[in-house]
């Protein structure tokens, strides 16, 4: 299992085929209190860099874009009534969607974890 | 703009709610340090660094309507018009009747253009020696340009940016204040839009009861100077805490109050924005102010669209530019539009083609492709608060 991170502050897990996607704690921070997230529907067909999932907070709508091309699997339900966990868990229990990888080879172009950390404390 | 990307919220933090015109140098308000001191999230706004958050938006919103909340305003501007026939003067550039406005009383008015379209909203107080007006913060460089241009010269117009503006907002305001004041009259003797001059925290103060949330509360400039002490008094009772632009948004949302550049611009009319109020019983019939043919005609024979309340279903919220539909046709459009942290539930204002502006009436929104259900709902959305002279016996 691998995590990787995106300049728009996405990460994606990966495990086989098989990517989680969700945004980053420091982007829930910034974003503020999360109040809906709208979710691909599972068969959806994603490119990478499509924006196939907006998360809500109350000050703004925010696309959520997908770190690789694939077609998504499913949603986290868990959101629907608890939208508050991407505030609370946004790297585990918060995740957004999931995706089955059709080019692993875009995930070259992702950052590690401490390249991202370190992409972060230069903003 | 509806939707940003994550990338956009996250790095250039301010966005539709926040995305006044800037000019290039970004300045400090009397308050800053306070602010970051107590860890407000500074961002850009109306051309000054102003805190958007603290704690988080919600929490800020509820504490507000549950305890006191504590706006830092001081962006807005202060302005003080005086001089040989001042009233005759003000009447002929604002909509406002001011031989009713009585001495400390505070009244909403309308800065309009010859169309009128709406220039910006505001407030007047009449003062002993004038009349006090704070108008928008993002609009009053050109507020003072316009009102300067229809004043004649041997009216002066002050520009009171030796001063800071707060809000202290909810119903533990008066109960936070009281202990901090002294004048020639008690704290309680002030009903809704009505001020005075006191001491506050050894500071001279005019203090309105007057506010943007819908809660009862007041108004305060006070000397630049004196800002940090003012604030740190108030916020010195448990019941305050500082609030963020973030919170005053989603409250005023509630309360039903437009936001200018958002819900009021100058393609907006008083009328269909629902402010008729704002035109005084006497001017119109009078007329004498720009605009006057217009608001007339409005008011006789009513306006295309009017500015509505919708409640929506679900929890996705709809934004500022979402049309709106009744069936296929595209009746009208969002202004505003956000989470309603009080009621749980999406709220906004549209502008809506009349014959959809009753409550009740059921259309749809589109977000993306998506339609969101919406209801016509009479606002406010969260009821007043405001403390009235006779209503409490």
Redesign the interface.
Known sequence: MSRYFT????WIEVEGDTGTVG?TD??QG????I??V?LPEAGATVKKGD?PC????????????SPVSGTVTGGNEALADA?ELVNTDAETGGWLFRVTLSDAGELAGLMDRAAYDAFIKG? | M??????????S?P????DEEQPVEVMTLPLDAWHRARGGRMVEFAGYWMP??YE???AE?LWTRQNAGLFDVSHMGQLFVSGEGVEAALEAVLPIDLATLKPGAVRYSLLLDDDGGILDDLMVSRWADGFYLVVNGATKWDDIAHLRMGLPDEITLNHLDDRALLALQGPEAFAVLAPLVSGEQALSALSFMRGAWVTLAGAEAWISRSGYTGEDGFEISVPADAAEQVAEAIAAAPQVRPIGL?AR??LRLEAGLPLYGHDLTPENDPISAGLAFGINKRRRSEGGFPGAAHIQQGLSAGTPTMRVGLTLE????A?EGALVYAGDVEVGRVCSG??S?SLNH?IAMAYVAAAHAAPGTALEID??G?RLPATVTPMPFVPHRYYRSGAVT
């Open positions: 300049q728009d502050h996405e945004i420091y982007a910034q974003l503020g209190d109040t809906y709208d924006a907006v998360v809500d907070s109350v000050k703004a709508a925010s696309d959520v874009y939208p903003l | 509806v939707c940003h990307a994550l990338r956009s919220c996250v790095l933090e966005e539709e709610n926040f958007v958050q988080g938006i919600i919103h973030g948004d989603s679900g929890r996705q919220a934004r956000g989470f942290p999406p977000m993306r998506k």
